[in-house]
């Protein structure tokens, strides 16, 4: 069922700023929790819970495509950790042996033995949390390391034979201008990676940034400034060859794209392992109706631990997704991607047509140069001025879905 799977890795050696994912700073849980997760994916490799609450065992089926360890910071694991993990994944699942296996990694936790050590683990992909070159702008958000540290941790990699390196970096800190902007991707160009994610620096709830924010101490971008900027990452990175694949992501090369996100955006099944972990199932219902399952796991650690001490999955809860969620949900993954809407397959949800449903609000889009249809059109798609409204764009969407 599932080709490809997530492990969750809730530790951080400390939080950073801007951050509100799950995550804790105790790293002695750390033996506790590989024995859960090992746990967790002997006892349900296959399972998303159904409706009699009754879990596969293992799938023998899906070759295993992807394996994503993200986090928090998964390389705070020891090597000897990963090993564990890693043995336990292919004890369970059929891995192809050309699998895209990647590790978020923090360049404050790296050192060439370790990189050395991933890459004869078989991590074949990192994804490098740079955010920045700037050690003023790392401050701000409260990053654990230093721009020479990342320097470092890029050489390290390449001399440990990393062929597929991604470097992750924040835009749109107060008064980022398009200079030094410029000057942040230039310095990443330099070290040639096969992928970059530009993240818009965002205002999440409960975190300390936000506290800033409430106190006056920290004063967000204006968003047509941010929108200045996010066009001008597209152009720039667009014309040193990178193709803007994803709102956020870009890969030097087709090949070079990540998989495992692909999945997601594709709305392909998916199993999460780990505390908060999500898992996409697509079951067997009644008739000839497919059953969309979402399930999750509990995020407290503590909680997940116990469970699986006691042989139960830790699955929180789960939700069979309707058809307009299905629908509003190819709209949200859709539009991310430059490949759009698979119109298709939405018409295929409920027998509606994309085309007729959302006639005024897609002439309106064409109208503004925010969207076209793409391929023959089989596909609807955001252009650039498009991506930089998205969340209203979806908006607009869903409410013609009424959900
Ligand atoms: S290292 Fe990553 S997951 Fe951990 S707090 Fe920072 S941004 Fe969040």
């Known amino acids: 069922m599932f080709e490809h799977l997530y492990i969750h890795v809730p530790f951080c050696i400390k939080k950073c700023r801007y951050c509100d994912f799950y995550s804790q700073t105790n790293l002695s849980w750390i033996p506790a929790y590989v024995s859960a997760l090992c746990r967790e994916i002997s006892l349900g490799a ?36 990963l090993e564990t993990i890693l043995k336990t994944l292919y004890r369970c699942h059929r891995i192809d042996p050309h699998a895209e296996i990647t590790l978020e990694a923090n360049p404050g936790t790296l050192d060439p033995d370790y990189l050395k050590g991933l890459k004869s683990l078989g991590i074949n ?46 835009f749109g800190v107060p008064k980022e201008s398009n200079s030094f902007w410029k000057r942040e991707m ?6 040639c990676p096969e992928h970059l994610s530009c993240y818009m620096l965002t205002l999440e709830k ?3 940034l936000y506290i800033w924010y409430e106190k006056g101490r920290f004063i967000p971008m204006a968003p047509d400034a941010r929108a200045d900027l996010f066009a001008f990452t597209d152009v720039y990175l667009e014309n040193h ?7 956020s992501n870009f890969a030097g090369k087709k090949k070079n794209r990540s998989q495992h996100n692909s999945s997601y ?23 000839k109706n497919l059953r969309h399952q979402r399930s ?29 969620e299905q629908m509003l949900e190819r709209i949200m993954v859709g539009l ?22 959302f006639k005024d609000l897609v002439e309106q889009l064409e109208s503004q140069r925010m969207g076209k249809y793409t391929g023959q059109t089989d596909r609807f798609g955001l252009t650039r001025a498009g991506w930089a409204c998205l969340d209203s764009i979806v908006e607009a969407f869903a409410r013609k879905i009424k959900i």
């Open 336 to 357: 991310r991607t430059d490949k759009g809407v698979d119109i298709k397959g939405f018409n295929g949800l409920s027998g509606s047509s994309f085309q007729t449903m």
């Open 186 to 191: 230039d310095t990443a160009l330099g070290f």
């Open 265 to 287: 955006w594709d709305m392909v099944p998916y199993k999460g392992f780990g505390p908060s972990a999500h898992s996409y199932a697509v079951l067997p219902g009644s008739g």
């Open 46 to 81: 296959a399972a998303v819970l159904n409706e009699t609450a009754v879990p596969n065992l293992v799938d023998p089926g899906s070759l295993v495509k992807t394996i994503y360890f993200g986090g928090g910071t998964p390389s705070v694991l020891p090597l000897g950790a």
């Open 241 to 247: 060859g990178f193709s803007h694949y994803e709102i």
């Open 206 to 208: 409960d975190t300390p």
């Open 125 to 170: 992909r990192l994804s490098l949390g740079v955010q920045s070159f700037d050690n003023k702008k790392l401050g701000l958000l409260g990053r654990i390391h230093i721009a020479a540290q990342s320097v470092n941790a890029i050489e390290a990699a390449r001399a440990a034979g990393f062929d597929n390196l991604g470097l992750d970096m924040i």
């Open 296 to 324: 999750w796991n509990c995020s407290d650690l503590n909680a997940y631990v116990d469970c699986l001490a006691q042989d139960r999955l830790p699955v929180d809860d789960y939700e069979i997704l309707g058809v307009e």
